[in-house]
């Protein structure tokens, strides 16, 4: 297919920045070009303002093209230092917190004190590797999981991506980025895969969702359409202990980028932790996150404590 005018381009920019507030750059207009050449092909469509006003009218088309051009590489304990993080200095943080507050619980109303509650979100989970990860390091490394409810929502704005992640299974090549104990544990080896154990399956719920709703122009949308055919409208606010979002920042320009990361404060319990890609460090942004650090990992915590707000 004959290469897209310039002027073309910008209107599909346009398009599809208004759509999601993803954002390319002269670096990246190849990788739009190859997208939509490969969307028109798909739909039969040789002009490319016709299929330009086919965006306009069909958001299945346009989600589909969303896909194409946010396909990322990822795999097991991408980044190991926030798996370590994450199972040597958070985990036990929240499990000493929340143990406190269910003794004042306790304490205060005489009533045995609800089931302690762990929650995290792999925001850009592509095919699933991260949260299955998070979900891993989250056996291993509380000291009474099955006396918890962990909830681990896994979002993407690509659906096949999603679908291949709801499967668990992978190719017995990826079992070289995973540690010994997740080896023996958290997968077994059939075939020349390797599929995730059904205890850290159940505990991850995939959905389809689009970062830019965080902040749409008709309010914040909390709409998850899960891979299990079922569409829902879950409270996001204040609802987790940890955010993974990273590698996803470098899709949206600056003005959508600090946008992002203030609702993703808005998404955390105080005293919760954001990881972000080894690129995206926040000290560009406006914003009301402490830096933390463990070993070689850095990332990010919401002043306060526990899901009431005391402060420490």
């Given at each position: 297919?004959?290469?897209?005018?310039?002027?073309?381009?910008?209107?599909?920019?346009?398009?599809?920045?208004?759509e999601?507030?993803?954002?390319?750059s002269?670096?990246?207009?190849?990788?739009?070009?190859?997208?939509?050449c490969?969307?028109?092909?798909?739909?039969d469509?040789?002009s490319?303002?016709?299929?330009?006003?086919?965006?306009?009218?069909?958001?299945?088309?346009i989600?589909?093209?969303?896909?194409?051009?946010?396909?990322?590489?990822?795999?097991?304990?991408?980044?190991?230092?926030?798996?370590?993080?994450?199972?040597?200095?958070?985990?036990?943080?929240?499990?000493?917190?929340?143990?406190?507050e269910?003794?004042?619980?306790l304490?205060?109303?005489?009533?045995?004190?609800?089931?302690?509650?762990?929650s995290?979100?792999?925001?850009?989970?592509?095919?699933?590797?991260?949260?299955?990860?998070?979900?891993?390091?989250?056996?291993?490394?509380?000291?009474?999981?099955?006396?918890?409810?962990?909830?681990?929502?896994a979002?993407d704005?690509?659906?096949?991506?999603?679908?291949?992640?709801?499967?668990?299974?992978?190719?017995?090549?990826?079992?070289?980025?995973?540690?010994?104990?997740?080896?023996?544990?958290?997968?077994?080896?059939?075939?020349?895969?390797?599929?995730?154990?059904?205890?850290i399956?159940s505990?991850?719920?995939?959905?389809?969702?689009?970062?830019?709703?965080?902040?749409?122009?008709?309010?914040p949308?909390?709409?998850?359409?899960?891979?299990?055919?079922?569409?829902?409208e879950?409270?996001?606010?204040?609802?987790?202990?940890?955010?993974?979002?990273?590698?996803?920042?470098?899709?949206?320009?600056?003005?959508?980028?600090?946008?992002?990361?203030?609702?993703?404060?808005?998404?955390?319990?105080?005293?919760g932790?954001?990881?972000?890609?080894?690129?995206?460090?926040?000290?560009?942004?406006?914003?009301?996150?402490?830096?933390?650090?463990?070993?070689?990992?850095?990332?990010y915590?919401?002043?306060?404590?526990?899901?009431?707000?005391?402060?420490s």
């Amino acid at each position: 297919m004959t290469p897209l005018p310039g002027r073309a381009l910008e209107e599909f920019k346009r398009l599809i920045y208004a759509e999601s507030s993803l954002c390319f750059s002269r670096a990246r207009l190849h990788n739009l070009e190859a997208g939509i050449c490969l969307r028109m092909e798909a739909v039969d469509c040789r002009s490319h303002q016709g299929y330009l006003e086919m965006l306009k009218t069909d958001s299945r088309e346009i989600q589909l093209l969303l896909e194409h051009l946010t396909t990322r590489k990822t795999g097991f304990f991408r980044s190991p230092e926030h798996f370590l993080a994450l199972g040597e200095k958070v985990l036990p943080e929240i499990e000493k917190r929340l143990q406190e507050e269910l003794d004042i619980s306790l304490w205060t109303s005489g009533r045995p004190s609800p089931k302690p509650r762990l929650s995290i979100w792999s925001a850009g989970c592509a095919s699933g590797e991260e949260p299955y990860s998070a979900a891993m390091t989250v056996f291993e490394n509380l000291k009474y999981p099955r006396a918890w409810e962990i909830e681990i929502l896994a979002t993407d704005v690509s659906r096949d991506a999603l679908k291949k992640a709801r499967l668990g299974r992978y190719p017995a090549s990826e079992a070289s980025d995973l540690p010994a104990w997740a080896l023996e544990k958290r997968v077994k080896e059939l075939g020349g895969e390797i599929i995730v154990s059904d205890e850290i399956a159940s505990a991850v719920r995939f959905g389809l969702f689009n970062l830019s709703r965080l902040w749409g122009d008709a309010g914040p949308s909390s709409r998850v359409e899960f891979m299990d055919d079922r569409v829902e409208e879950i409270s996001l606010m204040e609802r987790f202990d940890v955010i993974f979002c990273r590698n996803v920042m470098i899709y949206f320009d600056f003005a959508a980028q600090e946008r992002l990361v203030n609702e993703l404060y808005k998404r955390l319990k105080p005293g919760g932790y954001l990881f972000t890609g080894d690129a995206e460090l926040l000290h560009v942004y406006k914003h009301s996150f402490e830096t933390a650090d463990y070993k070689d990992a850095y990332f990010y915590r919401k002043p306060g404590s526990g899901p009431w707000g005391r402060e420490s």
